[in-house]
């Protein structure tokens, strides 16, 4: 769907930002490949008996400013190249949020939805025992993505402490409570989504109530930000998973809606089955038709390259919150600004996620548990720090955000560098 390969497109954008950023030619050098990609293959038992084969990554994109982190994604369109553009993009998310942390990512090409609950405990066991030497609390945290979740990294942990014959909590975030997971971690991408577009709100002065929002993805992230919104009086007229969507003009209750997809399994035709059917009325939609709505705010929360050259003209929504990590593909991200449709980039709005496994990573590490007005207080203050000093760039320097992002990020991972190395000697300074 996306308009060229994923990674180039996200090299490409480092390049073209770097440049006009004034960045230094060695910091976009670093980070043109990976400092390291693992590929394996893993072999899984199946529950009938036979042994099923899977590829699996995982890349340490890039260290300067700390272990790599990043989560694994489970999902039949995983590639290498997929993966890579995902670590490189944790790399600048890491750095525009100032966590003390370089990006990775892994995946796996798999459809966990096919997989009984025993054969996607083997394929993760499986993937750790592939990845134990790559890994680790001071290398490479992993952390949940698409189609894993907190199951999945308790069983990763396990088996990651059960190699190397200690407890090792800080390999891993997002993991169970009692496995030393955070409270608020399973929040934190909806709720950081939810800061940031609040923040944007308070200075052009959007007012909740007057705003439509439609929601694409209604997984951990969209449910939570959509929810959010909801209580602070935003309106959520549209809201979609990957079998379908639901349209209604005076708003959906996000809570009703989650509880019909957890017993349904999905959004489409399930609203209905309940009491809410009486309170609202909906019609079906699909997923392409969400994107195009005209509503007030837009939330992608679900894959990347679903905004590309195709439909960007028939987008009318006038702000975009990227929820999903590059749903715009960098041609339509041009698109998007000649259009004068303002986007909260993926680098700054899904950050929560990631600083609340930092909050996990430091928990763990400290061995002393915070509580989740602490955690939530926190989060709060990261993102409006970074929102912060990327509204200032973006005024000062007549930038879109998400440009003023990536030049704060490469100018940090561009300092870390030059404090690490030896490029004063050598240029005999
Ligand atoms: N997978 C999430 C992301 O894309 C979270 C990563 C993490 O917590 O390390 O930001």
Redesign the pocket.
Known sequence: MSDRNVFEDAVTRVERIGLDAGVAPETVDALRQPGALLTADLAVRMDDGSTRHFVAYRCRYNDALGPT???I?FHPDVTREEVMA?AL??TI?CAVVGLPYGGG?GGVAVDPKGLSRLELERLSRAYMRAMADFVGPDTD??????YTNARIMGWMADEYEAIHRKKTPAVI??KPILLGGSLGRDEA?GRGAFVVIQEYARRVGLEPENTRVAVQGFGNAGYHVARLLQEAGYRIVAVSDSKGGVYADEGFDIESLWEHKQSAGKVEGVYCTGSVCEVVEHRKISNEELLELEVDLLVPAALEGVITTENAGRIRAPLIAEVA?GPITAEADSQMRERHITVLPDVLT??G??T??YFEWSQNRQGYAWTLEEVRERLERVLTRAFDGLWHLHQTEKVSIRDAAYAMALRRIGEAIEAEGTRDYFSGD
């Open positions: 982190k990043g989560g994604r995902l993009w944790m998310k990512k945290i992993p952390a949940p993505d698409v975030t997002g991408t990590n899904n950050a996620g990631v609340v496994s």
